[in-house]
């Protein structure tokens, strides 16, 4: 699903140039997971290499360009995953990904250990059994690269996704889901048919990423 920003130009080249925003794709969603985009296989609709200045691109994007996320050329080949690359995740890097502070649920939670009879664990064995139910139950975002192909401008985005690998709760039947997404702005290449032949052009777009994951009931 991609977002078209609000009316206005883009300005560098005649490759990039301005398109009335109502013509370039639906009302903008909210709806999660994100859908994979299906693009016209006809190579008449890829830009040109003329098309592919990546200077004036840059200029065009300007202070949208988010080096953190966005590149012009492929990543390393051990940094490169597909979108749902959490199956490649293990639990002791899912362990790390937890961040902020833990649960308040978590950390008044009590436990019982059995040992010839029932009695509280050391702090040090309770601290590691939140630990772990945390691990556990916590759904971080995946990040991994994503190539986008050549209608889009910078061509490799990171991207997240849900760790979907087991269940996140206790019995299982719940897992990690797409809660929250955030946008980031990219170079979409677009082509319509007009009178005297196709236009096209490049145009600002949202992207969407997913932002947040958490554990919920199977559909």
């Known amino acids: 699903i991609i977002f078209p920003q609000t009316p206005g130009t883009v300005?560098?080249?005649?490759?990039?140039?301005?398109?009335?925003?109502?013509?370039?794709?639906?009302?903008?969603?909210?709806t999660l997971p994100v859908v994979d985009l299906r693009e016209d296989p006809d190579p008449?609709?890829?830009?040109?290499?003329?098309?592919?200045?990546?200077?004036e691109l840059r200029s065009a994007l300007g202070s949208h360009f988010d080096p953190l996320c966005m590149s012009l050329s492929a990543p390393p080949p051990e940094d490169r995953h597909a979108p749902g690359g959490s199956e490649d995740v293990t639990e002791a890097e899912l362990r790390y990904r937890?961040?902020?502070?833990?649960?308040?649920?978590?950390?008044?939670?009590?436990?019982?250990?059995?040992h010839g009879r029932k009695?509280?664990?050391?702090k040090k064995l309770r601290r590691r059994l939140q630990l772990w139910l945390w691990s556990y139950t916590g759904c971080p975002v995946v990040s991994a690269w994503s190539d986008l192909g050549t209608r889009f401008w910078p061509?490799?985005?990171?991207?997240?996704?849900?760790?979907?690998?087991?269940s996140c709760s206790v019995p299982e039947g719940m897992f990690c889901k797409?809660?929250?997404?955030?946008?980031?702005?990219?170079?979409?290449w677009?082509?319509?048919q007009r009178k005297g032949g196709l236009k096209c052009a490049w145009i600002?777009?949202?992207?969407?990423?997913?932002?947040?994951?958490?554990?919920?009931?199977?559909?």
Do not use: W
């Open 178 to 188: 797409p809660a929250k997404s955030t946008h980031l702005t990219i170079l979409r």
């Open 11 to 30: 300005s560098a080249s005649p490759g990039i140039m301005c398109q009335h925003y109502y013509l370039l794709r639906p009302i903008p969603s909210d």
């Open 155 to 166: 061509r490799y985005l990171k991207v997240g996704s849900c760790y979907n690998k087991r």
């Open 98 to 114: 937890l961040s902020g502070a833990m649960p308040k649920d978590i950390r008044a939670m009590e436990f019982e250990v059995q």
């Open 190 to 192: 677009r082509c319509l």
């Open 119 to 122: 009695q509280k664990p050391s």
């Open 44 to 55: 008449a609709l890829d830009p040109r290499e003329k098309d592919l200045n990546d200077t």
């Open 204 to 219: 600002p777009v949202q992207y969407p990423v997913i932002s947040e994951c958490k554990c919920s009931c199977h559909n």
